[in-house]
């Protein structure tokens, strides 16, 4: 009993101390909270040091600007404007992580919001439910398009921009990361597919940078090209592209319908997102077009689930589906400052998870002043590349389970997610807490027995890292 008591006067006396720990900790006012954020958005911060009361029309425009020219200059790809207490938080999506940057008066974030939404011909001054729109800002000598979405949150309105840098719409199909095998499968099926070219993985992948890699690629051969987008991103020079407008009536379904009229070669569709749009893509690709899109499952073999889930019958995804492309996207480690050493006990341990072998060194990101002491600069893709070959028509037609798939598909040496993140670690690209942070990406079930070897980059074969790829 007395051990008992003397235990509980520990933990009285412990939580004591810890509430007196927090009364004595000072409250930081904003100005303190704002100095104390890491130091991006230079030109924002520098602006609301030099009008720190201003708050007509033309400071608000200013603010607006100091914060897509800080995103552009960091290389950002999303802003976002969240409402807390005290204000409203900048955060800044660079190389697919949010960084905290600026705190700003609740007036302040308040006109920044509907600047942004009067420019993309939103209602300013509805907050009561989600709206999205686009619009082009001038950035210094540059037209930035600008994809605008709020929505109602319980302590005010939100306000999410994503960046449209007109470079990814050039981006050609040797700069996304591919490997010369996977590069080669897939411009042999660009030239002869006959059906479905799907690109899948979650939102954020890169899905779409790489459908219009595949654009660029298929303008080339002299065919006339039609697109159904929601919203178009981007503007493609030779192709005509068709905006979805649900108001009007004009779904994904309805607009590859009215494309079929367009005496097309190959149609874009930039989602399949439900059962109607699903079905008017297989109607599409069963007329002898090839049909391009993008779903989300996690890799190849969960892409025939997808389908199914959407109410695609096995005869008809057998028939249908020509080349799927799996793929994520991982930070680029900087090549400044990345270091090699032992892994650590964590990555030998998921490593043995997956039944790959352990190298004696691997690569890390340190950190320096070119990178902005995160170790990583720019993003490249990983990818699961496979064209479905006879034996796969069978299996689905079986109504093979994903397991079963999976394996088959690494029968034929197909590199999986894992797999070709790992190539990529050996290379001195990316790292091994990249893969780990990534997440989702399905099962690397080794080939089976007598299946073929697995055309694998060893991860003890990379002496030093190869020229790093252009920025997905």
């Not at 904003?30 to 030109?43: F, N, V």
Request: glycine share 8%; hydrophobic share 40%; aromatic share 4%.
């Amino acid at each position: 009993m007395g051990s008992g008591n003397n235990g509980n006067n520990g933990n009285n006396i412990q939580t004591s101390l810890m509430t007196m720990e927090k009364a004595q900790k000072p409250t930081l006012t904003l100005e303190q909270q704002r100095l104390r954020q890491p130091q991006h958005s230079r030109l924002l911060r520098t602006l609301m040091d030099e009008s720190p009361s201003a708050r007509d029309a033309a400071h608000t425009r200013a603010l607006a600007g100091a914060m897509l020219e800080d995103a552009v200059r960091e290389n950002a790809s999303d802003i976002h404007l969240d409402p807390v207490e005290g204000g409203y938080q900048l955060r800044l999506r660079i190389d697919g992580a949010l960084v905290d940057t600026v705190l700003l008066q609740p007036d302040q974030g308040l006109h920044v919001i509907r600047a942004f939404k009067a420019h993309a011909d939103l209602d300013a001054a509805y907050t009561m439910k989600p709206q999205d729109g686009r619009a082009e800002f001038q950035v210094g000598d540059r037209v930035v398009a600008v994809r605008v979405a709020t929505a109602p949150t319980v302590l005010g309105e939100k306000l999410a921009l994503r960046l449209l840098p007109t470079e990814l719409a050039r981006l050609t199909l040797n700069q996304l990361g591919l490997s010369p095998k996977d590069y080669e499968q897939i411009t042999r099926a660009m030239h002869d597919a006959r059906g479905m070219i799907l690109v899948s993985g979650p939102t954020g992948a890169g899905k779409t940078t790489t459908l219009y890699a595949f654009l660029n690629e298929l303008k080339q051969t002299n065919r006339a090209i039609v697109t159904i987008e929601d919203p178009v991103e981007y503007v493609v020079e030779g192709v005509a592209q068709l905006q979805v407008n649900e108001k009007q009536g004009l779904t994904f379904a309805e607009g590859v319908k009215g494309l079929l009229r367009l005496d097309p070669d190959i149609i874009m569709m930039g989602e399949m997102r439900d059962a109607v749009s699903a079905r008017a893509a297989l109607d599409a690709a069963d007329s002898g077009h090839v049909f391009l899109s993008t779903l989300h499952a996690r890799d190849v073999a969960g892409t025939i689930t997808a389908l199914r889930n959407f109410g695609l019958a096995d005869h008809e995804i057998a028939a249908a589906v020509d080349l799927i492309v799996a793929q994520r996207l991982v930070r680029r480690l900087c090549p400044a400052c990345r270091r090699q050493e032992p892994p650590t006990a964590a990555e030998v341990n998921w490593l043995k998870f997956y039944s790959q072998p352990v190298p004696k060194l691997t690569w890390h990101a340190v950190g320096c002043a070119q990178c902005g002491n995160s170790g990583y600069r720019g993003r490249i893709g990983i990818f699961e590349v496979y064209r479905l070959r006879e034996e796969d028509a069978d299996l689905v037609l079986q109504h093979a389970d994903e397991h079963t798939l999976r394996r088959n598909i690494r029968r034929y040496g197909t590199l999986s997610l894992v797999e070709d993140d790992l190539a990529k670690v050996a290379d001195g690209i990316t790292s091994l807490g990249e893969l780990q942070a990534a997440g989702g990406l399905g099962f690397c079930a080794p080939p089976p027995a007598n299946g073929l070897p697995t055309k694998r980059k060893s991860f003890q074969s990379s002496e030093s890292p190869t020229a790093a790829s252009t920025v997905v």
